[in-house]
């Protein structure tokens, strides 16, 4: 395994780990009482660079609702193109 699978594998963890957690959070949310608590805080802050980059390229016009979904077809897009990358 050469460095640049070693690197695109390293980016297929962080693309999933981040799917794992939008979806964790969008299921959460609705029983999340306290949004100050330490259990809801590790998703906002886990998961809010990957909204910021999802608001950054729609460009402000998805509503803050739908941000999730549109972050979870982005990182869709970078699996797909990574995994085409790889070497079989």
């Known amino acids: 395994m050469g460095a640049l699978d070693f690197l695109?594998?390293?980016?297929?963890?962080?693309?999933?780990?981040?799917?794992?957690?939008?979806?964790?959070r969008s299921l959460v949310q609705p029983m999340i009482r306290n949004p100050k608590g330490a259990f809801w805080q590790v998703f906002v802050i886990a998961t809010e660079p990957v909204f910021r980059v999802s608001r950054l390229l729609?460009?402000?016009?998805?509503?803050?609702?739908?941000?999730?979904?549109?972050?979870?077809a982005w990182l869709t897009v970078v699996r797909i193109v990574v995994k085409l990358q790889l070497r079989p």
């Open 58 to 72: 729609s460009a402000g016009r998805v509503p803050e609702r739908w941000i999730w979904l549109v972050s979870l």
């Open 8 to 24: 695109l594998r390293a980016v297929l963890f962080l693309v999933d780990t981040a799917t794992w957690l939008i979806l964790a």
